[in-house]
């Protein structure tokens, strides 16, 4: 499966309306006056399995949670055994050497203490 299939896929689960082109996929369409409109999101595959994302028309909170989502996690690292003070998320996994961010640096989810 492709990067741009699995996308399609995630966007059916959703129940999302896109638009397939050959070397993009659009999604998010808006009317913007009586006989125009535009797709809000498009993305492209690049290697790798990966896809570039390009999001239109935002707000500053939507921006932040399209890059580094939400949630909370807590920090599952334990002192006691390691004798070394870092952060490893309870979401991600990620580590981190700063010993409680405020956010996952891996997958932004807000790190609550216990």
Not at 22 to 47: F, H, M, V
Not at 75 to 97: H, I, K, N, P, Y
């Amino acid at each position: 499966m492709t990067a741009t299939d699995e996308l399609r896929r995630l966007l059916d689960e959703r129940g999302a309306e896109h638009f397939d082109g050959c070397e993009s996929t659009l999604w998010g369409y808006e009317q913007t006056s009586k006989s125009t409109g535009a797709y809000r999101y498009s993305a492209d595959e690049i290697s790798g399995g990966f896809v570039n994302v390009w999001l239109y028309r935002l707000t500053p909170a939507q921006a932040v949670e399209a890059a580094l989502g939400r949630g909370t996690c807590h920090d599952t690292w334990d002192v006691e055994q390691t004798g070394r003070l870092r952060f490893q998320c309870s979401e991600c996994g990620a580590m981190s050497l700063e010993i409680t961010p405020r956010y996952c640096p891996n997958c932004g989810a807000k790190v609550v203490t216990k």
